[in-house]
């Protein structure tokens, strides 16, 4: 069975400055699909990224990158120029067959 | 464009009472249907999927149901509520085809007194 783990509960940041958040999983699977979701207080869930796991390039979308590791099955976001905004929760999910398995979760606090 | 919609945003309801939370996509045909919760402080737990009309599956063994009626509604639904059935609920929607990253509505709140 696939599982996701976000080894951070929490984590914090001071604007304008860089943050990385964790996230690994386990799969027995060659293709699947990677995503990171973020969750502000109003508890909607956005997409943030997604990373094609045959793609070796690491997915980039404005100030959000991932490092994907595959051997390892890492999956990090890198957040760079952290604004006020990017305050919440962050889930890293895992997708094949068209269901996705969440990790727990990372709450990213961002400071003035 | 596409859009999901999903209510009510808050419900209480008494222990052993009945449940029905709908949602509906707009903008899209065939759609893959989700039904997720998450319990406080955790991740979501898919429930029910759902790849067509009349087509469910259950994830998790539990008190609750889903329903496709219809090509873009979702419900889901349960005869008698349970305490453990408090949680925040969450519909989403993907394309048939496996590339595709789910859409989140802006989910259900129900508390269980």
């Known amino acids: 069975a696939q599982t996701v783990t976000q080894s951070q509960p929490e984590m914090s940041v001071q604007e304008a400055e860089t943050v990385t958040l964790s996230c690994t999983y386990d799969t027995s699977e060659n293709n699947y699909y990677l995503f990171w979701y973020k969750q502000p207080p109003s508890r909607q869930m956005i997409l943030v990224i997604r990373?094609?796991?045959?793609?070796?390039q690491n997915a980039t979308e404005n100030r959000f990158s991932v490092n994907f590791q595959k051997a390892a099955k890492s999956f990090s976001l890198k957040i760079s120029d952290s604004q006020l905004g990017d305050t919440a929760m962050y889930f890293c999910a895992f997708e094949n067959t068209d269901k996705l398995i969440f990790g727990t979760g990372t709450r990213l606090q961002v400071f003035p | 464009s596409q859009t999901i919609h999903q209510w009510p945003a808050t419900l209480v309801q008494p222990v052993g009472s009945p449940l029905s939370l709908e949602c509906t996509v707009e903008g899209t045909s065939n759609p893959n249907l989700y039904w997720y919760r998450q319990a406080a402080g955790r991740g979501l737990q898919l429930l029910f999927y759902s790849i067509g009309i009349g087509q469910i599956s259950s994830e998790v063994p539990q008190n609750l149901s889903a329903s496709r009626p219809q090509d873009r509604q979702f419900i889901l639904s349960s005869k008698k509520l349970l305490l453990s059935d408090s949680g925040f609920y969450l519909c989403?929607?993907?394309?048939?085809?496996?590339?595709?990253?789910?859409?989140f509505g802006d989910g259900t709140r129900l508390s269980i007194l």
């Open positions: 989403a929607w993907s394309k048939r085809t496996t590339d595709q990253p789910q859409h």
């Open positions: 990373q094609e796991a045959y793609k070796q």
